[in-house]
């Protein structure tokens, strides 16, 4: 609860208090790995000179800045967040690298922009904060062009019985405590353990990608022994 407001603490003001602490936190939790798993994204994506590229959930833009780097002068990568006080710190980190990319504050059950509009439509560790993943997909068909890919980073569980009780260990007892030292805000922390280890993945997700009935050729593939996963579809 958010002791001023008695109300419960939704998750768009769970990234505005972790927000100024969000990169940092982010590169000590995971070893810096998430910049791998993010290239890997990008890589998988395929994305090339003068393509169109949205980025969703994109928090402090760091996935949007990798595709501009891909896509080029000629390509256009646009990154929206709901929280303001993530997307607001993007646009800093594009300029200091000379990139032209575009950050608006929106919804991913609400996207603002017209049917068939990108090439690309990525979402990393978002889709499993958007209160609706099922509708969030929906959207995000909506605006890919026929022949476009969408592409997912997420979380998801670890398969091998051994790696999995390690990395419990870390995510139950470590992370949350770490989290808390270095972002004040140990509640969003003992979250995204709890959410990631109940979002579906592998099949479970691949289904619920089918289930939009706007995809074919929906994948998968495990980062990390089944930390995160990458999921791909193209838009029919
Ligand atoms: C864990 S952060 C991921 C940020 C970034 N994509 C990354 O990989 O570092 C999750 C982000 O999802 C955003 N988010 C959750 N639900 C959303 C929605 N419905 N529309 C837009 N952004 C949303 C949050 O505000 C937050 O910035």
Redesign the pocket.
């Known amino acids: 609860m958010n002791a001023k407001s008695s109300q419960p603490l939704t998750?768009?003001n769970m990234?505005s208090k972790i927000a100024p602490r969000?990169d940092l936190a982010?590169s000590v939790l995971s070893l810096g790995i998430?910049h791998l798993w993010?290239e890997k994204l990008v890589k998988v994506s395929a994305a090339k000179a003068g393509e169109s590229v949205l980025?969703?959930?994109?928090?402090?833009g760091?996935?949007a800045i990798r595709f501009k780097r891909k896509v080029g002068r000629t390509g256009k990568v646009m990154g929206?967040?709901?929280?303001s006080e993530?997307?607001a710190l993007a646009p800093a980190k594009a300029t200091a690298e000379n990139l032209d990319v575009q950050f608006q504050r929106?919804?991913?059950?609400r996207l603002p922009f017209s049917d068939k509009s990108f090439d690309i439509v990525s979402?990393?560790?978002?889709i499993r904060?958007?209160?609706d993943p099922l509708k969030?997909l929906n959207e995000m068909a909506r605006v890919l062009k026929p022949g476009g890919r969408l592409v997912i980073?997420e979380f998801g569980q670890i398969q091998n019985p051994v790696l999995g009780k390690l990395y419990q260990f870390y995510a139950q007892k470590v992370l949350p405590v770490l989290g808390g030292i270095l972002t004040g805000q140990k509640k969003a922390y003992e979250y995204l353990e709890n959410s990631s280890a109940q979002f579906p993945c592998r099949e479970n997700f691949l289904n619920l990608m089918n289930e939009t009935k706007s995809f074919s050729k929906t994948s998968y593939r495990s980062l990390s022994g089944g930390v995160a996963y990458i999921y791909e579809a193209i838009k029919i």
């Open positions: 998750i768009q990234f969000y982010n998430h993010k980025d969703c959930a994109t928090g402090t760091d996935l929206i967040d709901f929280c993530m997307v929106a919804d991913v059950l979402i990393s560790f978002g904060n958007v209160a969030g980073l």
